[in-house]
């Protein structure tokens, strides 16, 4: 499982999302993917536990432990899925689900995956503060 903190093109910072990159090079938003797969399975308050367990980078979802890094799997793996079958498909918020990595500016990313970031032509990356 490849993760990524990305930003889609034109927000802020506080907007940071945490994905992982699918196999076909595609972003996607884990934990409104995450969200979206327990209300998918009849949990009412999937936003809520998404939001617990999935932060928006990758020190808080490690900090949430083996639980936390399980269901991000389980996510990851539905979001695979899901994106074979509906590459449109939109999370509980209406936000999209998947963005393409390499097609340009709809994300700027950060952390390992900067030098690829470069190499795609993506915006500048994220820098730490």
């Not at 995450?34 to 999935?54: F, T």
């Not at 639980?67 to 449109?88: G, I, P, T």
């Not at 999209?96 to 990595?101: A, D, E």
């Amino acid at each position: 499982m490849k993760l990524i903190s990305y930003i889609a093109a034109g927000e802020s910072r506080r907007h940071r999302r945490l994905g992982v990159v699918l196999d076909d090079g595609i972003i996607a938003n884990l934990r409104a993917g995450y969200a979206r797969l327990l209300n998918d399975a009849g949990d009412l308050q999937g936003e809520a536990v998404a939001a617990a367990r999935i932060g928006t980078d990758v020190a808080a979802l490690l900090a949430g432990g083996p639980v936390a890094m399980a269901e991000a799997r389980k996510a990851a793996h539905w979001l695979e899925r899901l994106h074979r079958d509906q590459a449109d498909a939109r999370g509980l918020d209406d936000e999209p689900l998947f963005l393409p990595f390499s097609a340009g500016p709809p994300v700027r990313a950060g952390g390992p995956l900067q030098g690829h970031c470069r190499r795609s032509q993506l915006r500048r990356p994220l820098r730490r503060k």
